[in-house]
């Protein structure tokens, strides 16, 4: 956890002077007053300075040996991984077809529930989002190669 | 008399069918996800709120402040039947209500919890009548300095209640400012921070940022932490949901201290209904004359958090209505609600929109009072979904979420950012990084940008605008306080063995 907290401490410094350098190419004032540089500027330094007291914390603070990866992490990246999937096959297969998919597979690989109830999840779940956001609310959602 | 016609012309609006319904529909969805576990009010919220574009604001507003206040309900059952908290305001409750249901009384901290909650949720709201239009004219003396002292101020009051790491509490207020900034500047017209993106030139909506943040971030933390607990098997019959008369007197002004702290409490931007059942429960063990009975079961241990939680996610809404400043997660996500439906919350709305403000505080004594009437004969349906797994019910959240960032402007770019935001979350989230302050920085970034720059126009330049004007003064001294708390705490702490030593 000491580790993640210096790493997150050094991904906000880079963060925060990353912020400076981008703003510094922004007009600081302008002919009507302060400029659209001003406040990012400024909000660069707070944050590289709230990084700099987060990274010397970390240093002199003792590991107490908490870790940053638990034993359910795999299936938290899982899911994200799962979610990703499904994102990139949305064009593919319509927000109906897509989600209601993804819902019936990540019940399967992360709940382990059984098929039956996983498919009818599959058929409920997308004629619901057809009904109840494309149809009901009119929300022009993409639909994919089966028209849905 | 003023106020007696509002609320007349309040209940015109609030006792429609439509409103009923709205109402009706808002309490049991804040009821439900009370209950369950993985989703909070903001999130219910926040996905729910891209579905009501074509809705009547009043309708939809009526139908969040229900879901807002309903959550608190839902979430005390939790807290007494498997000792987790359903929401973050009822974690007090878990230390004597759970007690309470090993002695068979679950019954009782229920309907204490419920009827608490009503008679400080209509005290509250009885309050509130009298503040916030007090508060809206007040704030109609408020000018650009005024503004950016109470953003600053509530960014400040975050620092001190927002956890153990102030300065990662700093940190995130100023992350979320920053994802304010992106975009094209409206006063000079440049782009900033959009790296020639054409979809980021509007900015980053706060729905994609929010469903985000709420639904998949909510996702993978419970995933990773799994809430389980036994849930007491304990058959509930109507005669069990009755106080004893013991019971009744030993509660009744542990209630009243409740509301009235968690009314004030909620007042403060900020401020929040988990501090608010927090320091009902410490007020109540130190004003006891059997302080060490708590935790034991004692049914003030329930009854003063509950009602304090439900009061100060009413008053919660002045500083909402009158300020346009939020006082919780759930009324910044509300705030964004405004802006979409395009009303602007302030001093104005009061006068502009008085059918909306007065439809939506009459609606609680609705709301309320339908809470009431569904947690004492509901509660064993609500007990059934508590054991439905969370493994079925993310799937949903996820296509709610997936949805809702769609609808901003129907492009998938937004699906793919709310992504971006829900891995940035729990990332957050995982090295203690508290994400209210980002979501707050977010809402009122906008706002304190442009109110600083007006401000700095108006005095030439000058910062001294900010402390020669009494009321930006005041908010400004609020502010700096704040923020040096955590280090006079620290210092504090770090005199403390040199005195020991030195006696």
């Known amino acids: 956890m000491r580790f993640a907290d210096l790493l997150g401490g050094m991904i906000v410094l880079l963060f925060g002077l990353s912020i400076v350098f981008f703003s510094s190419q922004l007009p600081y004032m302008s ?29 002199k603070t003792p590991d107490k040996g908490e870790a940053f990866f638990k034993p359910r992490t795999r299936i938290g990246i899982q899911m994200l991984a799962m979610i990703v999937v499904a994102f990139l096959l949305l064009p593919l297969l319509g927000f109906s077809v897509g989600l209601a998919l993804f819902t019936a597979v990540s019940m399967r690989i992360i ?23 494309g149809e009901w609310l009119s929300i ?3 639909t994919g190669i089966a028209g849905w | 008399m003023d106020i007696l016609q509002n609320l007349y012309m309040g209940f015109s609006i ?3 069918p439509t409103n009923i319904l709205y109402c009706l529909a808002g309490a049991f969805i804040g009821q439900l996800v009370g209950v369950l576990p993985g989703i909070g009010a903001p999130t219910a919220v926040a996905l729910l709120l891209p579905m009501t574009f074509s809705l009547n604001p009043t309708s939809a507003i009526i139908m969040f402040a229900g879901i807002y206040y309903g959550v608190a309900y839902g979430g005390t059952i939790t807290s007494v039947l498997i000792n987790i908290p359903g929401e973050s305001s009822t974690v007090m409750t878990c230390l004597d209500g759970y007690q309470m249901a090993l002695k068979g009384r679950a019954g ?18 009885a309050l509130l009548m009298c503040f916030a239009p007090a508060l809206a004219n007040f704030a109609l003396r408020f000018g650009p300095p005024e503004y ?22 700093i940190a995130a207020t100023l992350m979320g400012v920053f994802i304010a900034t992106i975009g094209l500047d409206v006063v000079s017209g440049v782009p900033r921070f959009s790296f020639g993106v054409p979809q980021l030139l509007g900015g980053v909506d706060f729905i994609v940022i929010i469903c985000g943040i709420f639904g998949l971030t909510e996702i993978f933390n419970s995933i990773e932490n799994p809430d389980e607990g036994n849930l007491i098997k304990q058959k509930m019959r109507l005669k069990d949901l009755f106080l004893t008369r013991a019971e009744w007197l030993a509660s009744r002004w542990a209630i009243v201290r409740g509301g009235i702290i968690g009314f004030f409490v909620g007042l403060i931007p900020a401020g929040g209904i988990t501090t608010a059942s927090f320091l009902a429960y410490l007020a109540e063990k130190r004003l006891s004359k059997h302080p060490e009975k708590f935790g034991t079961g004692v049914i003030e241990g329930v009854a003063s958090p509950e009602a304090a939680n439900n009061a100060a996610s009413i008053s919660g809404f002045a500083p909402l209505l009158a300020l346009g400043i939020p006082g919780s997660p ?27 403000v007065w439809g939506l505080i009459s609606s609680k004594f609705i709301g309320n009072l339908i809470l009431l009437l569904m947690n004492i004969f509901l509660i064993p349906f609500f007990v059934m979904i508590l054991r439905v797994p969370y493994t079925i019910l993310m799937g949903f959240i996820v296509v709610f979420a997936t949805v809702g960032a769609f609808t901003v402007s129907n492009n998938l770019f937004d699906v793919w950012m709310m992504l971006g935001f829900g891995v940035l979350g729990y990332v957050m989230t995982k090295l203690k990084y508290p994400i209210v302050p980002l979501v707050l920085g977010l809402v009122l970034g906008r706002l304190a940008e442009n109110s600083l720059r007006q401000s700095l126009m108006l005095s030439g330049g000058s910062l001294a605008i900010f402390f020669t004007r009494p009321i930006a003064l005041l908010f400004m001294t609020a502010a700096i306080l704040a923020y040096l708390t955590p280090l006079i705490q620290w210092g504090l702490k770090s005199l403390r063995p040199a005195a020991v030593k030195a006696a």
Request: glycine share 16%.
């Open chain 1, 31 to 59: 002919e009507y007053g302060p400029g659209p540089g001003l406040l990012p500027l400024w909000l660069g330094v707070g944050l590289a300075g709230c990084a700099i007291a987060i990274i010397l914390k970390a240093l």
């Open chain 1, 111 to 133: 709940g382990k529930h059984g098929l039956l109830m996983c498919a009818l999840t599959f058929v409920g779940a997308a004629i619901g989002i057809h009904f109840i956001f």
């Open chain 1, 140 to 142: 022009p959602l993409p």
């Open chain 2, 14 to 16: 609030s006792l429609t």
């Open chain 2, 108 to 125: 009782a901290a229920l309907s204490s919890a419920a009827i608490g909650s009503w008679i400080a949720g209509t005290i509250a709201v």
């Open chain 2, 148 to 169: 950016f002292g109470l953003a600053l101020m509530s960014f400040g009051l975050l620092t001190v209640f927002g956890g153990d790491q102030p300065i990662k509490s």
């Open chain 2, 330 to 356: 759930t009324t910044a996500v509300m705030l964004a609600g405004f802006m979409m439906w395009g009303i602007r919350p302030g001093p104005l709305l009061f006068q502009n929109n008085a059918d909306l």
